[in-house]
């Protein structure tokens, strides 16, 4: 037997805390070839809490079928953990929806392009035509699907459709329409928004104009999970920046279209990277 | 006529923006042998804005009386003014309420002793008597008044008879308790409050309990006026601390009392500087 | 006489310190017909201090050949000032010079579409050819002018025939190349570049690499304008982002790309808005 | 056999990364019937790098003895790993050295006392009487141990007296005396510094004065390792404040103090919870 090639992998678990865990996961690994490059645990509580981990390790070629029809039976069942195993070469594919502003997605794109960011756009749609040069210019295709004011089964019908099973992420980079339950269902994927204020302040529209009129003298940003109800999914990142009186509702949304764009860019980095675990309505971020 | 000693003062102006009102003033102090330090302006918008000017100069000491009895007839009334003449080697008088946490209360009581706050502190108040021996210590006198249940009139009464005329701001170092608007309306001087969230997210009890559970991954502070409204007062200062998912509720409060007793010490220091302007629901910080 | 149109107009004063200054030049606009918007003073010290000023206004169209024809006569001699006069209409006009990476490039370009940043770019030129679409795609000239090891003046030559005197303000976007004292004789307009760390410290090539080894915990940059002396020139504009062990010199790099760009981006919007004033090796940012 | 009482412990490790060590390691604890609370590991590059690890965990009391006379033979030496145990429930003993500032001296005890720092102070010396007061109140022994000009032998060799082998840890609270190669060895414990810049940033003396002149845009301070280099020792942790042109020496001196008093904090906390490990010139900050 040759050294052969070895695949980069990242698993991923959750379950019951217990003692023997850490142990039981590394020994299986080990005993397979697994050269482990990176671990990062928590437990949410000590005793009657949750353990999550995330392992990224290489693998023999030949040892990944084993891991795959074993390590459930072996390890993952005997300890009650859920689990889900990735390959790290396999960028994500990802659909971006926006609107008319550009910062997320030049950004995004941008990123990506510099091999920052480990995915692969397939799409943009958006509800207004302004961005199709931009995004057409960097050879990804971009469809127009307007919003019907009232109808939003219409435009979302467009979108399941255009959407199909070709992503393993949506990204709403400034999309400025809320998504009903029924389509995130139907897309069963997992949607990162970006929110422009420190959620839970300024939930809902306007916020620059709000911050405003409240005298803050910070401007943030919010990347979270998409759930049904608006603005409430899980936080995966903030940042701010500094706002004095003088900066008028447009400076503030200047300002914040600058942390917007990098929350954002980071929420997508650490999700395509599957570090991301969530716990009730909170995000882990693993390293 | 002796050069004479000069006084320090500070002229807080506001009022209908018009073209004139900067050369007006300025044209006046410099006729009266006023040598500016500084001059910081704000029009809160252009054409039918408001215009705020705070000024820091020295007058010879025989020219402030002039200045007290002409500059309302001769600048402030033709121009429709509001203004404000201060006396900088004044240290405001400043009352303290507190609760049990000493982190706010410690900290202006050290920056006060570094003669980092241009502030005397006559007093402080506390419904729990624990930080008795931390105040005495500094030589000032702590009172305490319990608060008793459901009945804020009783301790209201009390600290109303304490304060007195005493002071000419009320500093709430986490007092923990809501203030109401009768006891607001008869002490009839500026309240500070600071709240440990970057309001208006989280606004009321226990936020940090709150922002734990939301999986936040900044922790904030907000100064703020107090108003009759509970936590909506107009914002002075903000700032936030990083977290993490590793962060349970009683970290999250450990790194917000950090940034709480920075916050609430910049927000005193400008008050006492003069530096603050209210506008609306807003306030300038003028430098 | 009709109301006609107005121009908005920057003025910008230094000098020795003196009373009267504030009064006397916003007496002689008032009487011109000006309305300031927004003036902002700084005294490097009391007493023998140097005096900075910067107003903006708007004035009759009419008045403004009385300004440029008066103004030195009738205030700046008297008071010994130095005066500019800028018509704020007018955007920057700028050369870019850049290198091979493209993150200051790409964002300037961006947020000059965006209307961020009062100038025009006129030219970008470049030692290495890889960045001609990216420029060419906003409409601008791009030059390629590669580097000749140990002759700066071949290249140096070639970039002052190409901006002649088409530019007001020279930005080094990542050009990585030590300018000749001659060359900036030549050109003689200000050069803003960006340092990819936090000066003084890491002065010099290789700054990640260097902060890498030295285990930091924040990656900075410091914008600063261009002396003859490397690195040293008077400092604008400094930001940071924390970094952690897991960071490697790459990481670092891409971190610090982040910084970069916003750092930059903001020195370039405030020399454009003509905020910037120097002071010995300091430069003031005035509002 | 019953449940009996259970030890909170830490195991720190390094040594060549290899594959097996985390199973090894966890399969020995967990053998021994430890339960990992918390794990971090650090690579500090793939293939040839070094492995470091920090484990808690907590073990039934009689397994302790097993842990110290068999961990080295069964698991350490086989993997070549360098290791070290420590009782989480010991605090650290530190002493403190300062000098006439009180800003971190002050914050130090102050969090202690909060029970932020798993520390107990053993003594403080200084090299002026200034601080006998503040430290006195805390009931902690102080010591005037004044410096010779020209003669550091004379008050290192009564620091090294006073100090005998009664700490585990000597924090220079704003020391500003430079401590020779020979105390270092003597005294034989670890030492961290607060710097008043963001190192290598304004090594040496007066940083606050150079910053002014240099017009900088950020105040930071940086804690470190002490060597017998000075201002180059690993450093642990840095910080930022945002300054301006309006801030004079003394204004960007007061704003240090805050970041100094911070940083400093950081650093003695994560020392004292056995979380920091150096790899050369760097320090690893373990979670």
């Avoid at 993952?76 to 997320?104: N, Y």
């Avoid at 995915?119 to 050879?139: F, K």
């Avoid at 099973?165 to 897309?187: H, N, P, S, W």
């Avoid at 803050?216 to 936080?235: F, M, N, Q, R, S």
């Amino acid at each position: 037997m040759t050294t052969g090639t070895r695949h980069a992998l990242r698993l991923l678990i959750s379950g019951p805390d217990r003692p023997g865990i850490i142990s039981g996961v590394t020994g299986y690994l080990y005993r397979l070839g697994a050269d482990v490059t990176s671990s990062d645990q928590y437990t949410s509580a000590p005793g009657p809490g949750t353990f999550f981990q995330r392992l990224a390790f290489t693998l023999p070629a030949a040892a990944r079928g084993t891991l795959v029809s074993t390590f459930g039976r072996e390890v993952a069942e005997p300890f009650g953990l859920t689990w889900r195993l990735v390959d790290a070469a396999q960028p994500k594919r990802v659909a971006i929806l926006a609107s008319k502003a550009d910062h997320c997605l030049v950004d995004l794109l941008w990123r990506m392009r510099r091999d920052e960011l480990p995915m692969r756009v397939e799409l943009v749609a958006a509800n207004h035509p302004d961005l199709r040069a931009t995004v057409e210019q960097h050879g990804i295709p971009f469809h127009h699907v307007p919003s019907v004011p009232g109808k939003p089964e219409e435009s979302e019908s467009r979108l399941a459709d255009l959407l199909g099973d070709r992503c393993d992420l949506i990204v709403l980079a400034r999309y400025m329409q809320v998504l009903t339950g029924e389509f995130l269902t139907k897309v069963a994927v997992p949607l990162i928004n970006i929110h422009h204020s420190v959620l839970p302040a300024f939930a809902g529209a306007q916020p620059y104009t709000r911050a405003y009129e409240r005298g803050v003298k910070l401007i943030g940003a919010t990347a979270h999970y998409v759930t049904e109800e608006l603005d409430c999914g899980p936080i995966i990142e903030q940042d701010v920046a500094r706002a004095s009186h003088r900066d008028d509702a447009a400076a503030l949304a200047r300002l914040g279209a600058d942390v917007e764009r990098t929350v954002l860019a980071r929420a997508v980095r650490w999700h395509c990277e599957d570090r991301l675990l969530r716990h009730g309505n909170r995000v882990l971020v693993l390293s």
